[in-house]
């Protein structure tokens, strides 16, 4: 039985760079806010194409700057040493990340 697909990736290219936004499903549409932060978790950047942990580190490998949202999503990142624990921050509970490479 192969790994169900439970996250969006979507993926933008913009000059020599990928921005790669990872999102837990039922998170899209969602808006979350807390101590001023404000989390808006919409359909025209998130949602893309349903995928797997695997193939979502297939996109983070590539990408240059990427948007992540969502637990399984930052668990994903974390697990393959895409960012670090410090970096999350939480809004309403939400986890969030950023990462760029340079």
Do not use: W
Request: with cysteine.
């Amino acid at each position: 039985m192969g790994e169900q697909r439970k996250l969006y990736i979507k993926e933008y290219n913009y000059g020599s760079g990928l921005l790669v936004a990872v999102c837990d499903q039922e998170l899209v549409g969602k808006r979350y806010e807390e101590g001023g932060l404000i989390l808006q978790i919409t359909e025209r950047f998130y949602k893309g194409e349903e995928a797997t942990e695997r193939e979502a580190v297939r996109s983070l490998k590539r990408a240059t700057i990427a948007n992540l949202v969502g637990k399984r999503a930052i668990k994903c990142a974390l697990d393959n040493h895409f960012i670090e624990e410090v970096n999350v921050i939480f809004v309403a509970g939400i986890p969030h990340a950023q990462m760029v490479k340079i």
